[in-house]
């Protein structure tokens, strides 16, 4: 196979994968091509991602459509093959059961169970592997997962839509629109590609959102609603309760939060989870920890000012969509990073797309490879 032709499969895996994002969780979305030679060329035979809900595999998906054809084929997977019994056997032996000759693996699995173990075992029984093609992008596609087994936390992206005067928003407005609806769509995506969507209680308090994902067709995937609340201010009267019994809302709050407001959002529906405190605030480490221990690997933050600062200055943002809108708020404007801009977040981040959509300009930045460890 050419390397022409190595990189067209992997990237036909990553698309797959894309597919079940936010669908799978807490197991990753793998994309998964098995190609066999043809009269004509190569050609494939399976494919597959990650079921939703995460299981089966995408492996043992793809194997099952190529069958016999799998035989003496080549797999493209954009994550290592399991090589532990957990719910559903390795994958790693269904690939040498199906008796693939080559796997081409994006990336390794950190998970401890994994961890290059699955690519061990196929090499040891003869199958070749070659490890690292689109590497880069299937990290960032599979992020919510290595970020939970690497540092035990979700993977933080902040969303901020930016006025031309630098302000998110103004101060007693409530709600305003700032981005055109151009962005109001992508940010619908965004929302359907997270687990969580999580905001502070300020702006549950100012704006009243409902927080779901509004596209056509696309309610079904509304993302977990978190709320940001060391005192358990959140009203039980909120948009977020009316359709609980379908999108979940989870409440992070303080200890110390009164017991009578607990209790209330709790007879509401909404799940509690209890943090320690630190300098009054509910400790974002803590709760990061609980989020993920209920399967959400993946968090899009979108307000407001005082949550964005407060990750911002515990360094536990991952990726930021930079929105710059030509809207100007004026007076009494909400300005995030103390009014910096993105210029503020440079040390930390580096740009890897801009692109204009409608009349604003999205800037995405990732986190440096020199602090992706935090």
């Not at 459509?65 to 719910?87: D, I, N, Q, W």
Request: aromatic share 2%; with cysteine.
């Amino acid at each position: 196979m050419s390397a022409a032709s190595d990189r067209r499969f992997m990237t036909a895996a990553l698309a797959l994968g894309r597919q079940g994002i936010a669908r799978t969780s807490p197991n990753p979305s793998v994309g998964t091509v098995i190609v066999a030679d043809g009269a004509d060329g190569p050609v494939i035979v399976g494919l597959a991602r990650t079921a939703d809900g995460g299981r089966p595999h995408a492996e043992p998906i793809a194997i099952a459509e190529a069958g016999e054809r799998a035989r003496g084929a080549t797999m493209y997977v954009t994550l290592e093959p399991c090589s532990h019994h957990g719910k559903t056997p390795p994958c790693a032996d269904a690939v040498l059961r199906a008796g693939i000759a080559r796997v081409v693996v994006a990336c390794e699995d950190p998970n401890p169970l994994v961890a290059g173990v699955g690519i061990a075992r196929l090499r040891e029984a003869g199958v070749r592997v070659d490890l690292g093609l689109c590497a880069e992008e299937a990290r960032r596609d599979l992020a919510g997962h290595i970020s939970r087994m690497t540092r035990g936390r979700p993977h933080v992206r902040l969303k901020l839509a930016v006025s031309a005067d630098g302000a998110i928003g103004q101060r007693g407005a409530g709600q305003i629109a700032i981005s055109g609806p151009a962005s109001r769509t992508r940010a619908q995506i965004l929302r359907a590609e997270s687990d969580a969507i999580a905001v502070g209680v300020g702006t549950v308090l100012a704006d009243d959102p409902m927080l779901t994902c509004r596209l056509p067709g696309m309610a079904g995937r509304s993302p977990v609603r978190v709320v940001f609340d060391s005192d358990a201010r959140t009203p039980v009267t909120a948009r977020l309760f009316a359709d609980i019994a379908t999108v979940p809302v989870v409440i992070v709050a303080g200890e110390g939060a009164p017991e009578a407001r607990l209790s209330a959002l709790s007879e509401a529906g909404a799940d509690i989870v209890m943090a320690p405190r630190r300098n009054g605030r509910v400790d974002l480490d803590a709760a990061l920890v609980a989020l993920v221990g209920r399967g959400l690997t993946t968090i899009l933050v979108e307000g407001g000012a005082k949550l964005a600062d407060a990750l911002a200055e515990a360094d536990r943002i991952d990726e930021v969509f930079w929105i710059s809108a030509p809207t100007r708020v004026g007076g009494d404007g909400i300005l995030p990073f103390a009014g910096r801009g993105p210029a503020g977040l440079a040390e930390r981040f580096e740009v890897i797309q801009v692109e204009a959509v409608g009349e604003d300009r999205w800037t995405q930045m990732w986190r440096r490879a020199c602090s992706q460890a935090s």
